[in-house]
């Protein structure tokens, strides 16, 4: 499935794909932590996604 839209790829410290029904955001971890979104939507559930083989 290719995303609606896109966002940031060219600075590459944070992408933001826009997927309609949900959006994905790809941080490096230094970004991560300064946003700290962890603590923002702590409450929301995790998905975990699989391993690759």
């Known amino acids: 499935m290719r995303p609606l839209g896109i966002e940031g ?3 590459g ?3 933001l794909l826009d997927y309609g029904d949900f959006v994905v955001h790809v941080f490096l971890a230094s970004v991560r932590e300064f946003y700290n979104f962890d ?4 409450s929301a559930p ?8």
């Open 9 to 11: 790829i060219r600075e």
């Open 39 to 42: 603590r923002l939507w702590g």
């Open 46 to 53: 995790e998905i975990p996604l699989p391993q690759e083989q």
């Open 13 to 15: 410290r944070w992408v």
